[in-house]
């Protein structure tokens, strides 16, 4: 079975801090995809972010980078200079890959909620 | 936006009740998969549907039931409703090539009395 740990359920800073938000996962499969969505109040998920399990490059996207360690199970994101706008429930998730029984259907982290304030 | 749209919006439904939900998946995806999200927690995954075939099932009863049309768009039926099917359901469209990435619609909040 697959299973996704978002350890830090809340998390307030303020604008312009950096934050990181923990992703710990477990798997029995040996390729698998990791993910993290933005979920703003309006309800919709927001895909920000897709890993293969054999491509442990680090990815810095503007403002996001994302810290992928394999040896400790670990799918990490931080956002650099935050700001007010970056406030919403992040989920990090998981995928198998194609051939197991897990390809394509999504685990859910329980989310980490973001508070940006002013 | 993904192009993913759900209807309706909103629904509120009695206990014992039938509901049916819909969405209409991204252009070129033929793939379409279903979640329910509980307040408070991250989405959990009910199935899948693929060229209008089930092609894939969570833990979720025999009461949650799905069907695709030729045209991908999909919908979600969940019989003799509970309380505790009081949620958010999210449907999601991937392309069958690429299924790892799945681009959600905007959800659909259903409250059961």
């Known amino acids: 079975a697959q299973k996704v740990t978002q350890a830090q359920t809340e998390i307030s800073v303020v604008e312009k801090e950096d934050v990181t938000l923990d992703c710990v996962y477990e798997?029995?499969?040996?390729?698998?995809?990791l993910f993290w969505y933005k979920q703003p109040p309006s309800g919709e998920l927001v895909f920000l972010i897709r890993?293969?399990?054999?491509?442990?490059q680090n990815e810095i996207s503007g403002r996001y980078s994302w810290n992928f360690q394999k040896s400790t199970s670990s799918f990490n994101f931080t956002i650099t200079a935050s700001q007010v706008v970056d406030s919403a429930v992040y989920f990090c998730?998981?995928?198998?890959?194609?051939?197991?029984?897990?390809?394509?259907?999504?685990?859910f982290g329980q989310g980490t909620i973001l508070t940006v304030h002013p | 936006e993904t192009g993913v749209t759900q209807s309706p919006t909103h629904l509120i439904k009695t206990r014992g009740q039938q509901v049916t939900l819909r969405c209409s998946s991204q252009?070129?995806?033929?793939?379409v998969s279903w979640y329910q999200q509980a307040l408070g927690q991250g989405p959990q995954f009910i199935f899948q549907?693929?060229?209008?075939?089930?092609?894939g099932r969570g833990n979720f009863p025999p009461r949650f039931s799905g069907l695709q049309f030729p045209n991908y768009s999909s919908e979600l039926n969940v019989n003799a409703l509970e309380l505790d099917d009081s949620a958010l359901y999210l449907c999601?469209?991937?392309?069958?090539?690429?299924?790892?990435?799945?681009?959600f619609g905007p959800g659909t909040r259903l409250l059961v009395l």
């Open positions: 999601a469209s991937s392309q069958s090539t690429s299924l790892e990435t799945q681009y």
């Open positions: 798997t029995r499969d040996t390729t698998y995809y």
């Open positions: 890993r293969n399990s054999f491509d442990e």
């Open positions: 998730a998981l995928s198998g890959d194609a051939g197991g029984t897990s390809y394509g259907k999504l685990t």
């Open positions: 252009s070129g995806h033929n793939t």
């Open positions: 549907y693929y060229r209008e075939e089930e092609n």
